[in-house]
């Protein structure tokens, strides 16, 4: 089992450029969320799929921010236009629909993105 | 008020020592509460779970919940340096599909030799 793979590791790109960060869940998982992680703010749910279908949006901060599972494997999470604000490292979880307890979610490795 | 508060630290003990870590909570209808540690640079990872009120131990950490006063704690016995991390607590309404945990600061906690 490889995990939650997420890509790229390190982002750094200028203000106004698209961003897009990857996920891939593990399988058999059915639930996908994204956080994201800064020191003033702490690890902050964004947004969170389930069978592929967004549940819950309400964390995503802007219409700059934008969120896609098209299919059980793959995920994506876009901003567009970026701003220095966004910087922060974005994480990618997954977990079974059932038996949350005792596994909690897995993460992955996290993003860390800088915008300048 | 955030529906999960925890004191960031950071907290600095000696090997050996005894850590105790918090959480209040806002949300009554929270029954799942968790620990995670994050190591730097890494994701968080499952420590711990409990459900409702009670203790819960494993090995060196006991995990507490009190319901009535939305107060969880965390203790670690005889500290080790690998012990060094950040422990975000976190807690969820219900174990089902449609709900997602919602997680605290964190603290972070040095352990020296």
């Known amino acids: 089992d490889a995990g939650v793979i997420q890509s790229p590791r390190h982002e750094v790109t200028e203000m106004g450029q698209e961003v897009t960060l990857r996920c891939k869940p593990i399988?058999?998982?059915?639930?996908l969320f994204w956080y994201r992680q800064t020191m003033m703010r702490g690890l902050e749910l964004l947004i969170y799929?389930?069978?592929?279908?967004?549940?819950?949006d309400s964390g995503m901060p802007e219409d700059r921010f934008s969120a896609k599972m098209p299919n059980a494997s793959f995920s994506t999470l876009k901003i567009q236009p970026s701003e220095p604000r966004d910087s922060a490292v974005y994480f990618c979880a997954s977990s079974p629909t059932t038996s949350l307890l005792g596994r909690g979610y897995t993460f992955g490795s996290g993003t860390r993105l800088t915008v300048v | 008020q955030k529906e999960v508060e925890q004191d960031p630290g950071p907290l600095s003990v000696p090997e050996g020592a005894i850590v105790s870590l918090n959480c209040t909570y806002s949300n009554s209808a929270f029954q799942y509460f968790m620990w995670y540690r994050q190591y730097s640079r890494k994701g968080p990872e499952l420590l711990m779970y409990?459900?409702?009120?009670g203790n819960k131990e494993d090995g060196r950490f006991t995990a507490q919940v009190d319901k009535s006063s939305k107060y969880i704690s965390l203790f670690i016995r005889d500290s080790q340096p690998s012990d060094s991390a950040t422990y975000l607590c976190?807690?969820?309404?219900?174990?089902?599909?449609?709900?997602?945990?919602?997680f605290g600061k964190g603290t972070t906690l040095s352990v020296s030799s």
């Open positions: 976190a807690m969820i309404s219900a174990n089902q599909a449609g709900t997602a945990l919602i």
């Open positions: 399988s058999g998982h059915n639930s």
């Open positions: 409990t459900y409702s009120s």
């Open positions: 799929f389930n069978n592929n279908v967004p549940i819950d």
